[in-house]
């Protein structure tokens, strides 16, 4: 596998483990500040959306950056940020990071933006 198809593969592989809720492994696929962020974001946003579920959409890769495109969606059955839970559902929220590769692993998020306002929208009383 050239170096390419392997940082595009471990944008999908951090995908299966945030899906999986299998924080241990975020460690085979990210480092730094990206295993770091990974580890503290899934368990609390896990636990507001406990359905949660990520869709690669596409991935953009070259030697030392990589692009994820994103859908998110999940139902909102605890506290998040400070909102009670609606018991609504938010469909198909895009998520874009941008990475850098270092040392075979994400390391560093250069960009990251995800519509909450779009989020907070669907799920609004």
Known sequence: MDVVEHNRQLVRQLVEIVNARELDRINEVASGPVA?????WIGPFAHSFP??????VDVIAEEDKVVGWFKCSGTHEHEWRGKAPTHKRFERIDEIYVFTIENGKL????????DNLARMQQLED
Do not use: N
């Open 107 to 114: 390391h560093a998020p250069l960009v990251a933006l995800e």
């Open 51 to 56: 359905d949660f579920r990520m869709e690669v």
């Open 36 to 40: 770091k962020a990974a580890a503290g």
